[in-house]
């Protein structure tokens, strides 16, 4: 709507890529090692957060990891199906799951017009769709890596989905462009490196992760007001965040900055 009132935005970079399952236990002896019993009932569900740059010059990094949590259909869209991550307070779930996610800038994804990442979040999006026909799309990182097609979950898979939302093993590698694909390949290796047992062949990779941050920015000056007097864009939306924290201190600076301005007129209100 603001675009088609012409106001002005522009394209910013942000990540995609899928979300992945682990065996809690995997990452709970990678990060803790070997524990006692009793010493393992006091522990929390092991968490991590990675980041390593690629051969191609991109970064790949986790993302919103959830410990002992689940795989969550976050759809908004008719058509269109994206994941998200989520844990329980007690983080008691068998499997940790995150997002791993490539960056990617606006003359990869798109022709350089301010929602040319939209576009590209909802393409990916419907290709993820129909990998799953409506249910979430889900592969083994070896099938994944190998690109010869999902298999079917066996009994002897180490991995089983603990999603909320219908899941359905699928071509999830045939979501993303080449390029991509082969990103998350590298990143998933090199975080096995650090985590033993991150690039297991039967490590769950599910998508698409399209909804990192916004690909779009409303630009704003120092007192946090657009070029359009009185539009203060702020937080994830517009562009400035990228997680609930982040945004939420975002509206706070927002708000001091609009009360700062208004401020003179409201003194003995």
Known sequence: MLS?????????????????EHRQEWIDASQYGKQPERVKSVLP???????????????IYSFCMCPGGYVVNASSEEGRLAVNGM??????GENANSAIVVTISPDEY???????????QRELEERAYQAGKGKIPVERFSDFEAYTGPKQQKEGFLVHPQMKGDYVYADVRGIFPDWLGESIVEGMHAFGRKIKGFDHPDTLLSGVESRTSS????????TMEHQVQGLYPCGEGAGY?????????DGLKTAEAIAAKYAPFTDGI
């Open 87 to 92: 844990s329980y307070h007690d983080r008691a």
């Open 110 to 120: 798109g022709d350089g017009s301010a929602l040319s990442g939209v576009a590209f």
């Open 45 to 59: 569900a092991a968490s991590y957060k990675l980041a390593e740059t690629l051969e191609n010059g991109h970064g």
């Open 4 to 20: 088609e009132k012409g106001v002005h935005m522009e394209a910013k970079a942000f990540a995609v890529g899928v979300r992945t």
């Open 241 to 249: 965040a990228g997680g609930i924290t982040s945004a939420a201190m």
């Open 215 to 222: 690909p779009v920015r409303i630009p704003r000056g120092e």
